[in-house]
């Protein structure tokens, strides 16, 4: 299964910004739809956005949305998310996982790769 590798988490005020990373190891990144789910301390593990397999359609959960954007590089194996205007609730470990579907999930069962997790801190 492809192997994913989360980067650019880090400490920023309320109102920054930030850029995560997400590589994959395999040359069928393509054939994945890549999301981002966050988890909080003592918290479930929630559904942050999604992309496509080739990034043409997107779908974000509404605390993010107007805020957040994910795109992807397939020729690098890559997904970004990148996080504007961000809240201390935002804070949280991000996670990137991967999808065999055509489908914009959101379900958390359908993801059959993940990454080990980025800390995304926000203060105010």
């Known amino acids: 299964q492809v192997q994913l590798v989360e980067s650019g988490g880090g400490l920023v005020q309320a109102g920054g910004s930030l850029s995560l990373s997400c590589a994959a190891s395999?040359?069928?990144?393509?054939?994945?739809?890549m999301a981002w789910f966050r988890q909080a301390p003592g918290k479930e593990r929630e559904f942050v956005g999604v992309?496509?397999?080739?990034?043409?359609?997107?779908r974000y959960a509404d605390s993010v949305k107007g805020r957040f954007t994910i795109s992807r590089d397939n020729a690098k194996n890559t997904v970004y998310l990148q996080m504007n205007s961000l809240k201390p609730e935002d804070t949280a470990v991000y996670y990137c996982?991967?999808?065999?579907?055509?489908?914009?999930?959101?379900?958390?069962?359908?993801?059959?790769?993940w990454g080990q997790g980025t800390q995304v801190t926000v203060s105010s």
């Open positions: 992309i496509s397999m080739y990034g043409s359609s997107t």
């Open positions: 395999e040359r069928t990144f393509g054939t994945y739809a």
């Open positions: 996982a991967a999808a065999r579907s055509r489908v914009l999930t959101t379900l958390k069962t359908d993801f059959v790769s």
